[in-house]
């Protein structure tokens, strides 16, 4: 080929600058994926770094070293005063001639497989600078390299064995220990026979409907609630039923007033900062649902996944608490503020529920138990309180930025609540513009609003807008850009 590829590089490496990874790797990556695809084929000539560099907003000395990588793993051959050609080191010589390359599968499968729109998730990926989630810490809080140090310790230790063996079930050092954290944090009484500990919410929730919920169960949820266990009970054949909500949470003599005793299989619902409202139940509703479980004989899923992130002298009593999970189930967090890879979930319920439950593990793969007793030598030697401490102090100092900017900016253009709980803030507007058009205007400024942040329908026009993952220079930015987006929309449909 005598003549460089006419290709343009922008369209087959983007370069994220957020990523750990150096910038000259991320080329090397993706260009060697690019070879993979047959976007780039052997034997073209590549243009010079110079050029390279220029689309790509890149040092050309980066382009060097993304360049000297690729020949080095193969990926490209450069041949003093003719230039830098591609080669694809995966097609295999036979009998001289090279063997096509393998081939990625096609675009659509030529065989039927069952669809689930019900399983659809309303989240965008993120290529904006500036991004707001539905509410997500900032992982870089407490730094990975203290929860890699408890791994180290636990991988080096030469008895692999503790006083609390690892079985089938789990770690029990590690139920032991966060049974005693959670009996110390929340007030419970509780054996670690009582406890069962999932990877991800998404896990317990599908446990749960497998558990729980027959085709055509009546599961009643708030009328703005969370998608994600939502669309888990849907799919297993339960009929979603919605109960309003206002500034005490969801409106339990409406539940009396819509059904009969015996027609409710659960009621979900997060009692300390209801999705998306950040609004909690009062004491009085807690009381009178626990009194429609037993009279109308139905369980309560109580997900309780926003403790850690709301203030001692804001934490009223769980439904669980007050009930002793005759009639309610509890699921929470721990170290929701840790790396992801760090977390944990757990249900609490009868032990007979968690046996049976215990069977579905399986299917989700063995847990993993060398970050269940990195976790509990967290708790051991106290270090999560200390964590506690750290991650509450940023958020609240974060909370009370993001509230003063948006007072700031949108004055008295908005309405809402510094919530007590959660990381979000739900934010209703005045006046009445299409959330949708607004999306589109600040992504075209390079901040991204995703779908599951917005809310619009005839009575509600509102964002629930996460503040913890944002530093004091993106949440500056990102409560700019919004305002004026908000108000050239609000000028055009105006004028």
């Known amino acids: ?188 009484h509780l054996s670690r026979n009582f406890l069962l500990p999932i990877a991800s919410r998404e896990q317990i929730f599908s446990i749960l409907s497998r558990l729980l919920i027959r085709p055509d169960d009546i599961v009643l949820v708030e009328n703005l609630s969370y998608f994600l266990p939502n669309m888990i009970f849907s799919q297993a054949g339960a009929k979603l039923k919605t109960i309003p909500v206002d500034a005490e949470g969801m409106i339990v003599d409406k539940i009396g007033d819509q059904f009969k005793p015996g027609e409710i299989r659960c009621v979900y619902l997060n009692t300390r900062c209801q999705y998306p409202t950040t609004v909690n139940l009062s004491e009085r509703r807690k009381i009178q649902l626990l009194q429609l479980a037993e009279q109308y004989n139905f369980i309560i899923i109580e997900d309780d996944v926003d403790f850690e992130s709301s203030f001692f002298k804001e934490k009223g009593e769980s439904l669980f608490r007050k009930n002793g999970g005759n009639r309610v189930i509890y699921t929470g967090a721990f170290g929701s503020f840790f790396d992801p890879g760090f977390q944990m979930n757990f249900l609490i319920a009868p032990q007979d529920l968690l046996e049976e439950g215990k069977k579905y593990l399986n299917i989700f793969g063995k847990p993993n138990f060398m970050i269940e007793k990195t976790l509990g030598e967290i708790i051991h030697q106290g270090d999560i309180f200390r964590y506690q401490r750290k991650f509450q102090k940023t958020i609240a100092e974060r909370k009370e930025l993001f509230a003063q900017l948006l007072l700031r900016h949108f004055e008295d253009k908005i309405r809402f609540e510094v919530p007590a709980s959660g990381l979000a803030f739900w934010i209703q507007f005045n006046t009445v513009v299409s959330l949708t058009a607004l999306q589109e205007k600040v992504r075209s400024q390079g901040l991204l609003l995703p779908s599951n942040c917005l809310y619009q329908n005839k009575t509600v026009t509102a964002l629930r807008l996460g503040f913890a993952h944002l530093d004091e220079q993106s949440m500056v930015a990102t409560i700019s850009l919004l305002n004026v987006a908000y108000n050239e929309l609000v000028q055009t449909s105006t004028s």
């Open 1 to 188: 080929m005598s003549s460089p590829v006419s290709i343009g590089f922008h369209s087959i490496i983007k370069i994220d600058r957020r990523k750990e990874d150096a910038i000259y790797l991320q080329i090397v990556y993706q260009f060697i994926h690019a070879v993979k695809r047959n976007l780039l084929e052997e034997g073209d000539l590549l243009p010079g770094s110079r050029k390279i560099a220029e689309e790509l907003s890149v040092h050309r000395k980066t382009i060097v070293a993304a360049l000297a990588e690729l020949q080095e793993q193969g990926w490209v051959k450069i041949l003093p005063n003719r230039g830098t050609f591609v080669k694809n080191p995966e097609l295999i010589g036979t009998s001289g001639s090279a063997i096509e390359a393998f081939r990625q599968p096609p675009d659509f499968a030529p065989y039927f497989f069952r669809k689930e729109l019900i399983l659809d998730m309303p989240i965008s990926e993120v290529p904006e600078r500036y991004y707001f989630t539905d509410g997500t810490p900032d992982y870089n809080v407490i730094g990975a390299e203290e929860l890699v140090r408890f791994y180290s310790s636990m991988v080096k230790r030469k008895k692999k064995s503790d006083d609390f063996p690892t079985t089938t079930e789990g770690n029990l050092f590690f139920r032991d220990q966060l049974s005693y954290y959670l009996n110390l944090t929340r007030g419970f």
